[in-house]
């Protein structure tokens, strides 16, 4: 199923379903702000302007050229996808990107989601266009690069934030243990803020990830920055706005893989979400929310789900 633009009330630019999910880049051009896109390769590939001139250097300026390109590191494949970072030299020095490829889907992945009553989403589209809704909201995300669509084939190329620490990374380290007793309690906060302050201003663009666990947020430099960003949006989806079904799914993955924070912890994360002070019918929200967290835990461990603490970034 594609994803396509359309506008809002209060015209920002959303995704919804469309009718035919094979289309061409230059048929989604608009949907990206057009003084920072353009069209390459008889309009099959949108690429960032700012990176033309690097791909064009290296022979990687149209959809064949990246969608064939051989070389590489390849950090995932899973199905008809796969996941590779990709590195150039030249007199201007090291680029670095990542490259996400989708084959045409096989059957078995086009049926399981019907029969799990979910949303069929295949491609690199969708993730597109989560990527430019998220920086529409302002919220940290990858700064994309080009996305290409040729029939069932697509791409996607983001730039490498040149980091392999999460915040799941972060929350397990040895480093851990001191913020857990309290000997850095107000590094800790500030991470707790900002990580609040990102999902809120998500959830107020009607944007939810429905992978939102804390390995899918990256730590830019150093921890005390507090420069994150959300990865990997390839399932998120916007609406008008967000039920709390919705809601609560995002805030319990977050929850549950927080597994060394406390409780106190856990409370100062929604009351900073909600921006304000609690109110009483916000206890029900608290027990949605962990009543779903312990079940995500408890899938997520008992089929092993859990990402290695060095895993790279997909």
Not at 99 to 111: C, D, I, Q, T
Not at 200 to 223: K, N, S, T, Y
Not at 260 to 282: E, I, K, M, N
């Amino acid at each position: 199923m594609g994803i396509a633009a359309r506008r809002t009330r209060q015209g920002r630019s959303a995704i919804s379903a469309d009718a035919g999910w094979p289309g061409a880049a230059r048929q989604i051009a608009e949907t990206a702000p057009a003084h920072e896109f353009e069209a390459l390769d008889s309009g099959r590939l949108l690429v960032h302007r700012r990176f033309s001139p690097v791909l064009q250097r290296h022979g990687i300026a149209t959809f064949d050229a990246l969608f064939h390109f051989s070389g590489g590191q390849c950090v995932r494949r899973v199905h008809n996808r796969s996941t590779t970072r990709i590195a150039f030299y030249d007199r201007l020095g090291w680029h670095s990107f990542y490259l996400k490829r989708h084959a045409s889907p096989p059957w078995v992945e086009r049926v399981r989601p019907l029969l799990n009553f979910g949303r069929p989403i295949f491609g690199a589209r969708n993730e597109w266009h989560a990527i430019q809704s998220l920086h529409e909201a302002g919220v940290p995300t990858l700064t994309p690069v080009a996305f290409g669509e040729v029939g069932e084939r697509s791409l996607l190329l983001t730039d490498d934030l040149r980091t392999e620490l999460t915040l799941f990374d972060w929350a397990r380290a040895p480093s851990a243990h001191a913020v857990q007793s309290g000997e850095h309690l107000p590094g800790k906060r500030a991470m707790i803020a900002r990580v609040a302050v990102i999902v809120r201003r998500m959830h107020e663009a009607g944007i939810h990830h429905q992978d939102l666990f804390l390995h899918h947020i990256l730590v830019c430099g150093e921890p005390a920055r507090l420069d994150m960003r959300v990865i990997d949006p390839g399932r998120a989806w916007r609406h008008d706005r967000l039920s709390l079904r919705w809601i609560v799914k995002d805030l319990a993955q977050l929850d549950a893989s927080a597994g060394s924070l406390t409780r106190a912890d856990r409370l100062r994360f929604l009351r900073l979400y909600l921006g304000r002070p609690f109110r009483p019918l916000d206890r029900v929200l608290a027990f949605l929310v962990a009543l779903k967290s312990r079940r995500i835990a408890a899938h997520t461990t008992k089929h092993g789900l859990w990402p290695a603490t060095d895993a790279g970034r997909s």
